[in-house]
T-cell receptor
Framework: AQSVTQLGSHVSVSEGALVLLRCNYS??????LFWYVQYPNQGLQLLLK??????LVKGINGFEAEFKKSETSFHLTKPSAHMSDAAEYFC??????????FGKGTMLLVSP | SAVISQKPSRDICQRGTSLTIQCQVD?????MFWYRQQPGQSLTLIAT?????????ESGFVIDKFPISRPNLTFSTLTVSNMSPEDSSIYLC???????????FGPGTRLTVL
């Protein structure tokens, strides 16, 4: 069975500060890992994904994430937060059988 | 990535009635998925719908409550039957985009049951 843990239901940062959203997973097989973003009153948008190859993955809007197998982590970062980054972020894992398991989500709050 | 639309975008319904949600994709896809997102919660998979076969339901979801149709490779419907206030949620459809389990989501249907 696979699972995802997102540490912190809410993360607050100031505009221009580093964004770090944490995600740890468990999977019995090499996982596929995803970050999605959900803006208010919208569906989910794929930010980035790790499947194979390079462990540092770059996504849209300046976000990136690093797959660390030894730590079973896939944390999402952005060097400088922007007000438009305020949204809910979901980490998800798949074991290759088409079923995604989502974390509980982290709400990112950005203050001016 | 696929472009996915859902209808209706939101609805307010009375207890005991049913609502059918439509999901349309701009390209042919094999697998479509239906999720529920309860207020303040994460996404829970309801069922997987493959064209030409019965939908596969996750534990806790049954066909009588959430019948699904998948008449072709670009369209699916989810019906929420005999609704109660506990069914108030966002319902999202998604499609699989390629061999790495990447899923692309529609904008969601916001359902409120009174």
């Amino acid at each position: 069975a696979q699972s995802v843990t997102q540490l912190g239901s809410h993360v607050s940062v100031s505009e221009g500060a580093l964004v770090l959203l944490r995600c740890n997973y468990s999977s019995s097989v090499p996982p596929y890992l995803f970050w999605y973003v959900q803006y208010p009153n919208q569906g989910l948008q794929l930010l980035l994904k790790y499947t194979t190859g390079a462990t540092l993955v770059k996504g849209i809007n300046g976000f990136e994430a690093e797959f660390k197998k030894s730590e079973t982590s896939f944390h999402l970062t952005k060097p400088s937060a922007h007000m438009s980054d305020a949204a809910e972020y979901f980490c998800a894992v798949s074991d290759g059988y088409s079923t995604l398991t989502f974390g509980k989500g982290t709400m990112l709050l950005v203050s001016p | 990535s696929a472009v996915i639309s859902q209808k209706p975008s939101r609805d307010i319904c009375q207890r005991g009635t049913s609502l059918t949600i439509q999901c349309q994709v701009d390209s042919q896809v094999t697998m479509m998925f239906w999720y529920r997102q309860q207020p303040g919660q994460s996404l829970t998979l309801i069922a997987t719908a493959n064209q030409g076969s019965e939908a596969t339901y996750e534990s806790g979801f049954v066909i009588d409550k959430f019948p699904i149709s998948r008449p072709n490779l670009t369209f699916s419907t989810l019906t929420v039957s005999n609704m109660s206030p506990e069914d108030s949620s966002i319902y999202l459809c998604s499609v699989e985009g390629g061999p790495t389990d990447t899923q692309y989501f529609g904008p969601g249907t916001r359902l409120t049951v009174l």
